[in-house]
Every structure is written in structure tokens, then in C-alpha cells.
């Protein structure tokens, strides 16, 4: 009986047939007789090349090893490994972007060795409130990044996302690709996992429950967005291809249960970049042994191929990681009413963000984050930042950006001295906040 055709979820199915193959081979030759000549030489060399070329890549690659623990790895100085951005909001957001000296002294970012929290002022009345967004020092070009999660911002007129892009002033957005891995505006109790890039990047082959186990966003109709292409036609502009995560990897049940933990694999040797969440708690035992297996892990809940026909791994390149929260801007506008249908009968999205009632729940609590390689390193050398204003897009085609609880109210704090280094301030986020459950 012929192989199927060649498909990534019939590897198995390959090598059986190489090896029957042998086998009939080696039966035939003993019917008929002995076999001389080139054929009867080349059928063990061809049986072993069939075997070794079908091969899953995942079994020929070395294991991961932990390359970089910006939390719990002994250290305490958390932001000496990312930049501030200080720029202004490329995407029309109503925040203040700050450095790291005034996000420190205004409460709205600080850390331990085990815990950083980044947020936004939940303390004055303005138009554009004070926020965070923070990028890696690093650059990546592969990695298993592992972010375990206790509070991500949630709440109308809030836009957090954890994020890769890479771009420098010779190859601007979108030619070194973007990776959104965890993103959501106002209340939304999932995720929306998304790839951004320049031409020729298909992921239409790629099925729901077959290869992962939530579904398509959808473009201008009710056909999947499945083209990653910024602008591909079907598609709001700038969309990419976007996958929904799993009910509660987001917003006010997330963070009930005390957050829980993202996996995001952007594997070029393997051919795929897919990502899995866990409540907390629920995290893979491999993973707690900082031994990860992705293997194991099941069917992701995202799942994106590299296959050179359909979208080559040259697409993403040179990525730093990021961490934001901008408030409202172009996708927060524009689904102001979908999202805060109350909200929006009686004020608009930004007259809402003024107030800082509103923002008790907009900040980011980090328990960890690890970036794993396989073999050797692949982050490149620490650069300086870019100049440039990246912009990340979302699943509707409007553009986007691209310590233990504390229990007093935020109060501003004063400049952070040399000396200090990075000192954990009494920070702007609301007292409910539980510590991590055991």
C-alpha cells in the first residue's frame, strides 16, 4: 500500500512504511532468490535514508536548557535587563509612556528577585495616564519562552500584551516578524495569540483540533485569518493570522485563580512557533523542574508551521521580548462598545481611563520568566534600543502597541539614587492581591 502524502502529522505513518518496505524487500529477494547487481545494494541504503529523512526534527534537536531567569535566578536587579520605553504610544493609546526613574518613583514598576510588577498611575485624574513598556536588553532568534503569570491587567479601557517583534532602522516593521503571545483589550477572558509579517507567510493548511486546540480568529467575513501577511487581502489591514487562547488564560477568572503559566516555542530548526497555558497549578512537572519537555506537553493550544512552502522561519528574526499596558488607543476604541457595552452609553473609552477608579485592576504581577535554547545560547549581545516605533496589530486590523502584595495605597516615590540600584517601592496596585498559591 503506497505512504501517504508527506504531512507533518504522518511521520509515524512514514517510517512504518520505510520500514515495511525493507521488509517486503528483504522478502522478496529471499522468494526469488539472491538479487545482484546496483539495485539490490541500493534498497538497505534507500531504507535507511527513508528513515532518517522522516524523521520528526523534534527527536534529532538537542534538549532545552534554561539560558536566561530574569526572576528567582538570584539576582534581584529585575530591569537591568530591559529597556524603558519613553517614546510616545505609536498606536494612540492614552498613556504616558515612562523611563525606568519615573516609573519607579511613581509606584508603577518595581521588583524583587521573585516577583516584578509593572502598572499604570491609579492615582490621578488625566488624559494620558503614566504606563509601562518594557523590552529585552537581549535579542532572540529561537527559544522556549516560559512567563509564569499571577495578575495580568484586565478591566474597560485596558490593552496589556506580552510580545516579540524584532526591528532596526534597515529592516523596519513587519520584516523581522512579531510574535504576540499573550494580548486582550477590556474584559476578555481569553487570549489572542498572533503572528505580523511581510509577504508569503500562509497558515491556511494549519486545522483547529487537528494541529491546536482552540480556533482561527476571522478577517473581514467569516473565513479564518489564517494569512500572516499584514496585508493580505480578506483580512483587516494589518490583522496577521490570530488564534484565540483557552477560556480564563485572561482577564478577571485568570486572575481569581491566581494566574498561571504561558509557554511559547519559536522553534526555526522544528519548523513551528505554538504555545500552551496552564491554570495555576496545572503546570507539567517537567516544567517545574525547569527540564522542559514540549513534547509531552500535548496539542498546543496555538499553533503556527515555518514549513518553507507556506512561511519560511527568515520571517522572524532578531526579536526582543516585551511587556506593556497602553490604555484604549485605535483597538481599544474601536471595541469599546463590544467590550463595555454599559460603559459606552454614557462616556467614551478615554473619558473612562481618566479615571483612576477605573484602573485598579490594569498591571502586570510576573512569578517568573525564563527563556530556554536548545544546545549553545542563541540570544544575541545586549544592544541599544531601537529608535524606532514598532506597532503591533490585533485580530480587528486597527493598530496596537505593538514583590508580594503590598498593602498601603500608592504614593509617589522619590528619585531612585545610584546607590539603590533597584529598589521595590511601595507600588500602585490594589490590596486584594493574594499571594501566590502553593
Known amino acids: 500500500k503506497p505512504c501517504p502524502p508527506p504531512s507533518r502529522r504522518t511521520h509515524t505513518l512514514f517510517l512504518v512504511c520505510a520500514s515495511c518496505s525493507h521488509l517486503q524487500w528483504r522478502a522478496s529477494s529471499q522468494q526469488a532468490g539472491p538479487t545482484r547487481g546496483p539495485q539490490a545494494a541500493m534498497r538497505p541504503a534507500l531504507s535507511a535514508a527513508l528513515l532518517f529523512w522522516f524523521l520528526p526534527s523534534s527527536l534529532a534537536l538537542p534538549p532545552y536548557g534554561l539560558q536566561e531567569s530574569y526572576l528567582g535566578g538570584g539576582g534581584t536587579d529585575f530591569f537591568s535587563k530591559w529597556d524603558f520605553w ?13 523611563d525606568q526613574e519615573t516609573a519607579i518613583g511613581a509606584g508603577i514598576a518595581s521588583a524583587t528577585a521573585s516577583q516584578a510588577y509593572l502598572g499604570v498611575d491609579m492615582v490621578s485624574t488625566v488624559a494620558r ?27 474597560c479601557g485596558t490593552w496589556p500584551a506580552f510580545w516579540l517583534y524584532g526591528e532596526d532602522e534597515a529592516h523596519r516593521w513587519p520584516a523581522w516578524g512579531e510574535y504576540d503571545i499573550i494580548e486582550g483589550v477590556h474584559d476578555d477572558s481569553s487570549t489572542l495569540t498572533t503572528l505580523h509579517t511581510a509577504a508569503e507567510c500562509q497558515q491556511s493548511q494549519i486545522r483547529p483540533g487537528e494541529d491546536f486546540t482552540e480556533t482561527w480568529g476571522h478577517g473581514t467575513s467569516s473565513l479564518p485569518a489564517s ?4 496585508n493580505a487581502p480578506g483580512q483587516w489591514k494589518n490583522q496577521g493570522c490570530s488564534q484565540a487562547g483557552p477560556q480564563g488564560s485572561m482577564g478577571s477568572s485568570f486572575n481569581a485563580g491566581g494566574g498561571g503559566t504561558f509557554a511559547a516555542e519559536w522553534d526555526p530548526e522544528a519548523g513551528h512557533i505554538r504555545a500552551w497555558f496552564w491554570p495555576r497549578g496545572m503546570e507539567p512537572e517537567d516544567l517545574k523542574a525547569k527540564n522542559p519537555e514540549p513534547e509531552s506537553w500535548g496539542m498546543p493550544y496555538s499553533f503556527f508551521s515555518l514549513d518553507p512552502a507556506s512561511c519560511s522561519s527568515d520571517h522572524f528574526q532578531n526579536m526582543r521580548v516585551v511587556f506593556n499596558i497602553n490604555l484604549c488607543g485605535d483597538l481599544g476604541a474601536a471595541k469599546f462598545a ?48 531601537s ?29 531612585v539614587q545610584p546607590e539603590q540600584q533597584n529598589p521595590a517601592p511601595a507600588v500602585a496596585r490594589p490590596p486584594a492581591l493574594a499571594p501566590v498559591p502553593a
Request: proline share 16%.
Open 86 to 98: 519613553a517614546a510616545a504610544d505609536p498606536s494612540g493609546g492614552s498613556v504616558e509612556y515612562v
Open 129 to 155: 495616564r503614566k504606563s509601562v513598556r518594557i523590552q529585552s536588553k537581549a535579542i532572540y532568534n529561537a527559544g522556549l519562552f516560559v512567563a509564569d503569570v499571577q495578575h495580568a491587567p484586565t478591566g
Open 227 to 230: 494569512n500572516c501577511d499584514v
Open 338 to 385: 463590544e467590550g463595555c457595552p454599559e460603559e459606552a452609553k454614557t462616556m467614551t473609552c478615554e473619558e473612562l481611563v481618566a479615571d483612576p477608579d477605573r484602573m485598579q485592576e490594569a498591571f502586570w504581577m510576573l512569578s517568573g520568566l525564563d527563556v530556554y535554547a536548545r544546545g549553545a545560547p542563541t540570544a544575541a549581545p545586549p544592544s541599544e534600543p
Open 387 to 415: 529608535p524606532g516605533s514598532p506597532w503591533i496589530f490585533a485580530d480587528e486590523g486597527v493598530p496596537s502597541q505593538p514583590g508580594e502584595p503590598l498593602p498601603e495605597p500608592p504614593q509617589p516615590q522619590p528619585p
